[in-house]
């Protein structure tokens, strides 16, 4: 059974990196059948997709953060992690990790999620 | 990008009865290549993550109970709750997979028991 996890801090200063790590188990980052990515929710909205990677090391952000963000994988320890840069209040939500099917991106698993507040 | 329209934003059903959800995309998400439509939903319970109901616009995932079906092609999708189960409370999303990055959701529709 495909597990994925989050994890990291529940609070960030504003202007400071949101760090967070998702960690699978059940299946393999390097596998050719997935991408994994992190999409967010802030509270009582709707969902928004952050971005991807791809075991090939293709990697695609949302253009709309990709001045900001980072997403970095690390397969000894078949996680992955997402760094979001200078955060204000509009990035608190709910962040997710998830397994999107290669030739769809459809996601079929998703982590619980991990809310994380930005506030001093 | 692609928007995804969702209508309505919340609709209250009776137990046993259908509901109907209906996504907008602004360009068309079929390709004609291979005659799919990259189009999923998703069902959100409170404190939940989304949960894969739907891809290619009317392929149902494991486990996902018949009276969910979705219907749909280019730019109109419905999602159809067939007679609805008091555990079918949730918003539902759709999302469009299509081309290139950014892959973009509806702003969800809330179903409720009336």
């Known amino acids: 059974q495909v597990q994925v996890q989050e994890s990291g801090p529940g609070l960030v200063k504003p202007s400071e990196t949101l760090s967070l790590t998702c960690v699978v188990s059940g299946d393999s980052i390097s596998s050719v059948n997935n991408w994994w990515g992190w999409v967010r929710q802030a509270p009582g909205k709707g969902l928004e997709w952050i971005g991807e990677?791809?075991?090939?090391?293709?990697?695609n952000y949302n253009p709309s953060l990709k001045s900001r963000v980072t997403i970095s994988e690390d397969r000894s320890k078949n996680q992955f992690s997402l760094k979001l840069s200078s955060v204000t209040a509009a990035d608190t939500a709910i962040y997710y990790c998830?397994?999107?099917?290669?030739?769809?991106?459809?996601?079929?698993?998703w982590g619980q999620g991990t809310l994380v507040t930005v506030s001093s | 990008d692609i928007v995804m329209t969702q209508f309505p934003d919340s609709l209250a059903v009776s137990l046993g009865e259908r509901a109907t959800i209906n996504c907008k995309s602004s360009?068309?998400?079929?390709?004609?290549?291979?005659?799919?439509?990259?189009l999923a939903w998703y069902q959100q319970k409170p404190g939940q993550p989304p949960k894969l109901l739907i891809y290619w616009a009317s392929t149902r995932e494991s486990g996902v109970p018949d009276r969910f079906s979705g219907s749909g092609s280019a730019t109109d999708f419905t999602l159809t709750i067939s007679s609805l189960q008091a555990e079918d409370v949730a918003v539902y999303y759709c999302q469009q997979y299509y081309g290139i990055p950014p892959w973009t959701f509806g702003q969800g529709t809330k179903v409720e028991i009336k």
């Open positions: 990677f791809y075991h090939n090391g293709i990697i």
């Open positions: 360009q068309s998400v079929l390709y004609n290549s291979n005659n799919k439509n990259y």
């Open positions: 998830a397994r999107g099917v290669a030739g769809a991106r459809y996601f079929d698993y």
